[in-house]
């Protein structure tokens, strides 16, 4: 087993980065592999007016809120980069990340729009 990154770029609250930080630890669960573990978490946030920081590369993500949720406040969303370090097998590091972004926003039939708008790195 080696340590695996998952990095998620997010344009959430505190409220939607735990609800990501949920699907990650249900996905790890399902796995059912008694060594695949979640070792680290680390949330890089904004600086405004400080250094640049991992999450200023998401701004995009603000956007997509706009355009899908039109005349909705963002309230306290901001972009944050939602880093992970696993302990797991290559296979099982796929199969997490998969279902982490096939639940974070299921394509259906209908056009839909993402809880927290996001990205994977």
């Not at 344009?11 to 680290?40: C, F, H, K, P, W």
């Amino acid at each position: 087993m080696r340590r695996r990154k998952l990095t998620f770029g997010l344009y959430a609250d505190e409220q939607g980065l735990a609800r990501v930080l949920n699907l990650v630890e249900d996905a790890v669960r399902s796995r059912n592999a008694r060594n695949t573990r979640i070792v680290g978490v680390t949330v890089a946030r904004t600086d405004p007016g400080g250094e640049p920081s991992a999450a200023d590369g998401y701004d995009f993500l603000a956007e997509q809120w706009a355009v899908e949720h039109p005349g909705q406040g963002s309230g306290a969303r901001q972009p944050v980069e939602l880093r992970l370090c696993l302990v797991c097998s290559r296979r099982t590091h796929r199969a997490i990340r998969r279902t982490v972004i096939s639940t974070l926003c299921p394509e259906e039939t209908a056009a839909h729009t993402c809880r927290v708008p996001w990205t994977a790195a």
